[in-house]
């Protein structure tokens, strides 16, 4: 009877609740991608974002990072919804770290890329702002949680005006302390109600919810049907300074009380996962942290050895150019003594041969009578003097082709 009881209020029961697979997801991953790469199934990834089996790492510990991820899909035709984030910030620092997370929901099909931590300022939609660096800037007006809304034409910024938000106590871990553990977690939850928006903490992952920010009259603020065609996406940044910005899961139900029952099981499984999960999210955390680190030596070794060869290759053709023109200075100065000599010699030779035919012309005139000599004399000296020509011509080009 019980059971046939149980049986029909399935059907009695009106479907309150369902898990909206096309915004929400949650790890361990198991899917991979054609390069083998594990993904996240409905979301795209952008920039510095890398998914772990175990989490998805939206920036490493480290400088100038920005990583994204960002629903396919669109919401749908719901008046009620609620979006329970599950992440953890860590890192090295023990006192100085950030930029932090944001979780938006906008018709944005993808992250613009601005200064609003990854976003355009510009949005139209609902981001709630993890700000885990307290800028002395903004003094008083910082808040570790900020809720903004946009309608898309104001320009949103956080810290200069008094905003909707909450500080947290956590949420923040320092991986160099002794009880660190990846089940350090934090969560973050909306719950969407046509006209009045909720944000609610739980800074510790202990499923102790704080409320953080409260808003009423969006429908003035946001346009009709907004979550028929708005997503979820979420950005990580750091700038001078860093932190890992890893996220567990996001998981959007269609109905506020569902939500809660599930954050409840949800940290319920946290307590009771078993060792072996505790060990691989553990080690997976730990690896990706070497890993990255060595990536990181490598790059910069590599960057290092690139520079040094550039500057060898440079020294190679400066000192190249200067042996060349060197060489070609000295050459040119061997030509011109060669030069010389040989045209010394030759005008010695062609003198001296003058100076016979000349005397050789004497002898004959002398013999006048005996006149059969003079031609053919005349020709032979012709002869001589142009085999000398031939000769030093010959010598010259054999210095040329054999020095330069
Ligand atoms: C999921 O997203 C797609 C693409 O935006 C949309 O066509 C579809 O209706 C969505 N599914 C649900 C259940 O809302
Ligand atoms: C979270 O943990 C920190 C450190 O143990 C503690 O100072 C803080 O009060 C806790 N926050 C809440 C909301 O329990
Ligand atoms: C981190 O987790 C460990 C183990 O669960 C716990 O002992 C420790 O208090 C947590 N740290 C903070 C700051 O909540």
């Not at 990706?288 to 690139?306: A, C, F, M, P, Y």
């Not at 023109?325 to 003594?337: G, V």
Request: proline residues 2%; charged residues 25%; aromatic residues 8%.
């Amino acid at each position: 009877m019980l059971r046939f009881l149980a049986f029909l209020s399935l059907f009695l029961l009106p479907v309150t609740s369902e898990l909206l697979d096309n915004v929400s997801f949650s790890s361990p991953f198991t899917e991979t991608d054609r390069n083998g790469q594990y993904m996240v199934p409905n979301f795209m990834m952008a920039g510095d974002a890398d998914v772990k089996k175990t989490f998805v790492r939206l920036t490493p510990d480290r400088q100038s990072k920005r990583g994204t991820l960002w629903s396919k899909g669109v919401v749908g035709p719901y008046s009620e919804i609620s979006a329970t984030l599950t992440f953890r910030i860590s890192g090295q620092g023990s006192k100085l770290f950030g930029d932090g997370i944001a979780l938006w929901l906008t018709k944005s099909p993808r992250p613009t890329n601005g200064k609003l931590h990854g976003m355009d300022s510009k949005f139209e939609g609902i981001a709630v702002v993890i700000d885990t660096f307290k800028n002395v800037e903004h003094g008083s007006l910082h808040r570790d949680v900020t809720l903004l809304i946009n309608d898309g034409t104001k320009d949103a910024e956080i810290g200069v005006e008094d905003v909707l938000g909450c500080n947290v106590d956590g949420m923040r871990y320092h991986e160099g302390r002794d009880d660190f553990s990846t089940f350090n977690l934090s969560r973050l939850r909306l719950l969407y109600n046509e006209d009045r928006l909720v944000v609610e903490v739980d800074g510790n992952g202990t499923n102790d919810w704080q409320t953080c920010a409260t808003v009423g009259g969006l429908k003035k603020q946001l346009p009709k049907g907004f979550l028929s065609d708005a997503r979820f996406g979420i950005s990580g940044t750091t700038g001078q300074l860093a932190d890992n910005h890893d996220i567990i899961s996001l998981q959007v139900h269609s109905s506020h009380s569902e939500a809660k029952v599930a954050s409840v099981e949800q940290h319920e499984s946290f307590e009771s996962a078993d060792d072996l999960q505790v060990l691989v999210h553990d080690l997976e955390h730990q690896l990706t942290s070497i890993v990255e680190k060595l990536e990181n030596t490598i790059g910069k070794l590599q960057n290092q050895e690139d520079m040094l060869e550039d500057r060898v290759k440079l020294l190679e053709s400066t000192v190249l150019t200067g042996v060349e023109s060197k060489m070609e200075r000295r050459i040119t100065n061997l030509e011109k003594q060669l030069d010389r000599k040989v045209q010394r010699t030759v005008n010695k030779a062609q003198k001296s041969t003058q100076d016979e035919i000349d005397n050789m012309k004497e002898f004959a005139e002398k013999n006048a009578d005996s006149g059969g000599w003079r031609l053919p004399f005349m020709f032979l000296a012709v002869l001589v003097f142009v085999a000398g020509t031939a000769a030093y011509r010959h010598y010259r080009y054999l210095i040329k082709s054999h020095l330069l």
